[in-house]
């Protein structure tokens, strides 16, 4: 299996969580809400605080909630345009000539190949779920430490470490319950002691694991309209071409 089949495989199912999190569904008045369904009860207050520093540090919750169109390229592979707020997704995958525009909400849209729209609605739908899961999959990369209180999310202070890049770390543990098909997975967030940034993830296959599957540094953030994103680092490959807006061009979520 290729190292992204297998980063893919462990993080699809984690991150269907994390990026259908709906801000809308909090009543609270905190400044960083947790998500319905995040475990407050079995999450300890220091690990909560944390995570409102990362928020805070990333831009902040009301930027987060603000922010329409995100793009990026997943390891040089495929490329995003994602509307935040109406939950639709433009996806290219160059090397195989394909182009979709997907519904995120019911998993619905349109599939192009070889510059020939697809009519065929069993080829459609199966192209979509592909492009779906990759959604899933390419924008936790992205955005996951605005996900730290998400639905199902268990969150736990581990203590102090260092980094792979020499940086002194406060570490957060991510477990989940009742959520995906891969309940055992475990994460440890690396947050740094000056900027309260996440700058590493290390994942573990089990929660009883004590070596990481791999570890993940997430360096070189910059500000991208009124966040701070990191493309992150893996084997030598990372997130480009990032970037924040509340404008594309006219068409780019209608037509291929």
Known sequence: MSNYTSFFC???????????????????????????????????????????????????REAWDASRYIGWTFFGRRSHLWDKQAMMNRLDIPGDKVSMIINLEDQTGQVSKDGVKLTNADTIAKYIDQ??????????????????????????????????????ADVLELTFAGVGVT???????????????????????????????????????????????????IAGNQLTDISVSQNVRKGVFSEL
Do not use: H
């Open 183 to 233: 309940p055992d997975n475990k994460y440890e967030v690396y947050v740094d002691k000056t900027s309260r940034l996440v700058t590493q993830w290390d994942f573990y296959s089990k929660y009883s694991d004590t070596i990481a599957r791999f570890q993940s540094p997430w360096p070189n953030y910059k500000k991208y309209g009124d966040l701070l994103l990191s493309g992150g680092q």
């Open 131 to 168: 492009g779906y899961k990759m959604w899933i999959n390419d924008s936790y990369w992205l955005v996951m430490p605005f996900k730290l209180k998400d639905s199902g999310v268990t969150l736990k202070t581990v203590g102090q470490d260092t980094t792979t890049l020499g940086a002194d």
């Open 10 to 60: 462990m993080l699809i199912m984690l991150s269907i969580i994390a990026c259908k999190s709906d801000p809308s569904a909090t009543t609270s008045n905190e400044v960083n809400p947790a998500v319905a369904g995040f475990n407050a009860v079995d999450s300890d207050a220091a690990a909560i605080a944390v995570a409102d520093e990362v928020m805070e540090a990333m831009g902040g």
